[in-house]
Structure formats: structure tokens, C-alpha cells
């Protein structure tokens, strides 16, 4: 299945965005989007991997509990995003990556809250 060039998002810098028209009015090749498909693919993989070593860990180790891995997949979540994103640019997925975000840190201050909750009584 190939993609006509006007179908293919347009360049600002090193990052695509689709649709966002720009005056100079270049265009991604088919090499750059599947370099860009790629590194997000990546992302996901990198974090069902993580996702998948701390369930073996807590199966391996009997403590299989759901906090522990709320607050590593949150941690882990954070630190992969880090080490992923340049430092010059917001790449555009990264963008959509906001809302699980802000899921993913209720959540942490949720399940800390409980334990120290659990603490104080």
C-alpha cells in the first residue's frame, strides 16, 4: 500500500505534523514516516516490556500486588518518556500522550495516598 506524497504529513523541523500546512511546504518521504512509526512502535514495545517485567517480577517473588505495580508502571512510564523524547522538540505523539498522563499520575497519588493512609491508622 503506498501513500501519495499529499497524503503524508508535512515537516516543521525534524517533527511531523499531520495536516498542519507550513509555508516552506515540504513533505515527509515514505522513509521519514516509517522512521517515525518505527520510534513509536518502539515506545509501546519498550512499555509492555517494562509492564511485562514487573508482573514476572512480582509472580517470581509472590508479592503481587497491585500498588507495587501502579507505581512501577507509572515510574517506568515517566523514565521511558524521558529517555525517548528530544530535548529541542515535543514530538506531536508525545502531545496525545497528555491525558494517560494525567491518568497515570492520579493514579500514583492515589495508591500513595492509600498506603499512607494506611500508615497514619
Known amino acids: 500500500m503506498s501513500l501519495r506524497e499529499t497524503e ?11 495536516g ?12 521519514d514516516e516509517r522512521r517515525y ?13 517494562w509492564l511485562l ?7 517470581v517473588t509472590g508479592e503481587f500486588r ?8 507509572v515510574l517506568g512510564l515517566f523514565v521511558l518518556i524521558e529517555l525517548v523524547t528530544p530535548t529541542t ?9 497528555y491525558p494517560i498522563l494525567t491518568v ?3 493514579l500514583f497519588v492515589g495508591v500513595v495516598g492509600l498506603q499512607i493512609y494506611s ?3
Do not use: C, M, N
Open 20 to 31: 498542519e500546512g507550513l509555508a516552506d511546504g515540504k513533505v515527509l518521504s515514505l522513509a
Open 89 to 97: 522538540i515535543t514530538p506531536r505523539w508525545q502531545r496525545r500522550l
Open 53 to 59: 517485567v514487573l508482573v514476572l517480577a512480582a509472580a
Open 8 to 18: 503524508l504529513p508535512r515537516v516543521h523541523g525534524d517533527r511531523a505534523d499531520s
Open 66 to 73: 497491585i500498588d507495587l505495580l501502579v507505581v512501577g508502571g
Open 37 to 49: 512509526v518505527r520510534r513509536r512502535i518502539r515506545f509501546v514495545a519498550a512499555l509492555l516490556g
Open 104 to 106: 497515570a499520575v492520579v
Open 119 to 121: 500508615l497514619i491508622t
